[in-house]
């Protein structure tokens, strides 16, 4: 053997991060980071009609789902251990306007998937979409008016279709809109109704970004003119989302959510360091599109990139991740 200075300076090294690496079973009693189906709300697309599955073209293997199927999907995910979901109906065409009328109408479709799958499964929670893109013929979360989005005119809208939404079973109403105030809005409706037990989950840091165009196409929701930078977060930023934050919770917000995911981690980090409630992360459409596409194209491994990207979400602190992966990530977890 030839003892070069640098060899020698090797062999009398101390501290060896490998040696907690060396095995399956260290690794996994020393891991700080834990993923289970528990950690997971599934989005719906919901449809009308019956015995509907839809393919999403822009996310491979998701769907658009009438109610019955939407029935034995959630039944799917009880077993799995998955018990938390989105909804995000799908508004026909022709009852959308400009005053997204169809947004407060108690026997509309959008609150009558809320009404029926809380009816059939007790036990299941339910974040509900507030925001008026779906049912807003400009594809806007506002009101628009002389093509300026219109922010106190519209959280009275929101307040209202919250309160529809909590008196239909919602567990957590979730503004997704991004206007000023709309979380003290609803939070004052609601209590003036007697709803103090239902929950505001908050889009707090919701990011204008390119990684929602999947969802938009699945809904059929896209901005009809503009873009939504007056109101979602300019990427550029980070300090606001503690503005966001101080707001939301004073405001009375019981969850607080950080929107894209992958790209905005740090966003989560900082938000988990300053945050009193529990923090959600949104692993949008785009997000899934990325991995779907690109395992399809054989670039890479889907099972072991959807599983360290839902980690890395949870090691940089998010308490649940909505996900569109739920389902089969919680299989891949359930076989392990
Ligand atoms: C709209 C809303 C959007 C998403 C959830 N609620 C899209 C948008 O703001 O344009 C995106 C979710 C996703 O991309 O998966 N209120």
């Known amino acids: 053997m030839t003892s070069s200075k640098n060899q020698v300076q090797?062999?009398?090294?101390?501290?060896?991060?490998?040696?907690?690496?060396?095995?399956?079973?260290?690794r996994n009693g020393i891991a700080e980071t834990h993923l289970s189906p528990e950690h997971f709300v599934l989005p719906l697309f919901l449809k009308e009609g019956k015995n509907q599955r839809?393919?999403?073209?822009?996310?491979?293997?998701?769907?658009?789902?009438?109610?019955?199927?939407?029935?034995?999907e959630i039944q799917d995910c009880l077993d799995l251990g998955i018990n938390k979901f989105a909804l995000f109906p799908v508004i026909s065409e022709t009852l959308k306007n400009s005053e997204a009328t169809e947004a407060l109408n108690p026997n509309g479709f959008a609150i009558?998937?809320?009404?029926?799958?809380?009816?059939?499964?007790?036990?299941?929670?339910?974040?509900?979409?507030?925001?008026?893109?779906?049912?807003?013929?400009?594809?806007?979360?506002?009101?628009?008016?002389?093509?300026?989005?219109?922010?106190?005119?519209t959280v009275q809208i929101l307040a209202d279709m919250a309160l529809l939404q909590a008196k239909a079973g919602a567990d957590y109403v979730s503004p997704s809109d991004m206007m000023d105030g709309r979380v003290r809005a609803i939070r004052h409706h609601l209590d003036n109704h007697g709803y103090t037990q239902?929950?505001?989950?908050?889009?707090?840091?919701?990011?204008?970004?390119?990684?929602?165009?999947?969802?938009?196409?699945?809904?059929?929701?896209?901005p009809k003119f503009g873009d939504k930078k007056t109101y979602q977060m300019d990427y550029r930023n980070s300090k606001e989302c503690l503005l966001e934050l101080m707001l939301d919770l004073k405001e009375g917000a019981d969850m607080v959510m950080v929107k894209p995911a992958l790209s905005y981690l740090d966003i989560?980090?900082?938000?988990?360091?300053?945050?009193?409630?529990?923090?959600?992360?949104?692993n949008v459409s785009?997000?899934?599109?990325?991995?779907?596409?690109?395992s399809r194209a054989h670039a890479i491994d889907e099972k072991k990139a959807v599983l360290e990207s839902l980690t890395s979400i949870?090691?940089?602190?998010?308490?649940l991740i909505f996900t569109y992966f739920a389902k089969s990530a919680a299989g891949w977890i359930n076989a392990e």
Do not use: W
């Not at 090797?10 to 260290?26: D, G, H, K, V």
């Not at 785009?286 to 690109?294: N, V, W």
């Open 112 to 153: 009558e998937c809320i009404r029926q799958i809380k009816q059939k499964f007790k036990n299941v929670i339910l974040f509900t979409d507030v925001a008026l893109d779906p049912f807003n013929s400009d594809g806007h979360d506002g009101l628009v008016k002389n093509g300026e989005i219109l922010n106190d005119q």
């Open 286 to 294: 785009g997000e899934y599109a990325m991995i779907k596409f690109a």
């Open 54 to 72: 839809e393919e999403i073209k822009s996310m491979p293997d998701y769907f658009r789902l009438s109610l019955d199927q939407a029935y034995s």
């Open 10 to 26: 090797l062999f009398s090294q101390a501290i060896r991060p490998r040696r907690n690496r060396r095995s399956e079973a260290i």
């Open 268 to 282: 989560i980090r900082k938000i988990k360091q300053k945050s009193s409630v529990p923090v959600t992360a949104y």
């Open 198 to 222: 239902t929950g505001i989950m908050s889009y707090t840091a919701k990011y204008a970004s390119a990684f929602y165009g999947p969802f938009r196409d699945a809904l059929d929701s896209a």
């Open 314 to 319: 949870r090691r940089a602190g998010a308490d």
